[in-house]
């Protein structure tokens, strides 16, 4: 177990239970949406047709057509498929009550859609608190994590798509009712969707950009992006992870956690006017920096030397602050220390 106040580490034998599911998922490839179902014979027309009935999303009860009566292999495959979903939901399940994180249906059913259609093959990732917690995740940590509503996608590049690929005829196709929200003017593409009712889940897309807010094209989505200054270098070189959610393990992109820790502390100092946020991104960047430090003590170090020399610069007061803090390791500490009273930083 972790001595520090800031996070709790998993047993390994968990750990090991999380890294098989994860094992298993990656060699799996399309996920079945939704849950594992059972399988129903349909005699109406005069063929016999096999069925998965299934619910696609919480209190929505699906069909999906398997094969004919008689093709053994199309329904064994299926049945295969069934059971994996099965032994899958059970182990998301395990871990949850062992404290790992586990976001909600609606969430998984998101993702599956996106991990289906290859969108994080091809470089989309999935960055904002659920990126937090699925490293959590991965490097085995327990900890306190605030409920979001929302799913940050973010792409540095154009994807690597097989073909272009509507972001919203995605996110319509989870069968959840999704709509565009409007952009901030009548001439503004959109580039969230978001599903009815105040409290509902929002799906942003984020791209880089110097200046906040600004609308990006991304035509291989048919969409748009809102700018989030230093986002090229959260985004450079991202990580397979996996999230749990749902029922699901569903493999994703992930920034880097080094990366991810700077670009929190980053985003904490421009949170004018929302001191509770600003002290989510210091909290959540100070808990994957300790649990970080056990695994690769010089991370953290490398990824503020490859920051940008204005970003870098935004961080440094923070180490007055962090300083006093009693929950903060004496080594992660020394390490934060070192890089803040440092002139660190690439060029622009």
């Known amino acids: 177990m972790s001595k520090t106040g800031l996070y709790r580490e998993h047993e390994l034998a968990f750990r090991t239970q999380y890294a098989e599911l994860k094992e298993r998922t990656l060699a799996t490839g399309i996920l079945l949406p939704g849950t594992p179902g059972t399988l129903a014979l349909r005699k109406g027309s005069g063929y016999p047709y096999w069925y998965r009935v299934f619910y696609s999303v919480p209190g929505k009860q699906s069909e999906e057509l398997v094969c ?15 059971a994996f979903a099965e032994w899958s939901s059970s182990q998301v399940s395990a871990l949850r009550k062992l404290g790992f994180q586990v976001a909600d249906k609606t969430t998984a059913r998101v993702l599956v859609e996106l991990h289906n259609q290859g969108a994080f093959e091809a470089g989309l990732v999935l960055v904002g ?10 490097l085995g940590a327990i900890a306190i994590s605030a409920r979001t509503l929302d799913i940050d996608l973010a792409r540095r590049q154009q994807l690597k798509l097989a073909s272009s690929l509507s972001f919203l005829a995605t996110m319509q196709a989870t069968g959840l009712p999704f709509s565009a929200v409007p952009g901030l003017s009548s001439s503004a593409h959109s580039i969230s969707v978001k599903l009815p009712g105040v409290q509902a889940l929002r799906v942003d897309v984020l791209a880089p950009g110097k200046r906040l807010g600004t609308v990006i094209r991304v035509p291989e989505l048919a969409w748009a992006a809102q700018a989030v200054p230093y986002y090229d270098y959260l985004l450079d070189a991202p990580e397979p992870g996996a999230m749990l959610a749902g029922g699901h393990c569903i493999p994703v992109r992930l920034p880097q956690a080094a990366r991810l820790v700077w670009h929190k502390l980053y985003s904490s100092t421009q949170r004018r006017g929302f001191p509770e946020k600003a002290e989510k991104d210091r909290q959540q960047a100070l808990v994957l920096a300790a649990a970080l430090l056990e695994h690769d003590p010089r991370a953290l170090e490398l990824a503020f030397s490859e ?10 007061p923070l180490n007055r602050i962090l300083s006093k803090r009693l929950d903060i390791p004496l080594e992660l500490n020394r390490v934060l220390s070192a890089c803040l009273s440092t002139r660190n930083g690439r060029a622009e």
């Open 307 to 316: 920051a940008p020399i204005s970003m870098a610069k935004a961080i440094k």
């Open 129 to 138: 608190t659920l990126g937090y917690v699925a490293w959590l995740n991965e």
């Open 68 to 82: 004919k009566d008689g093709d053994a292999k199309a329904l064994q495959s299926m049945r295969d498929r069934m």
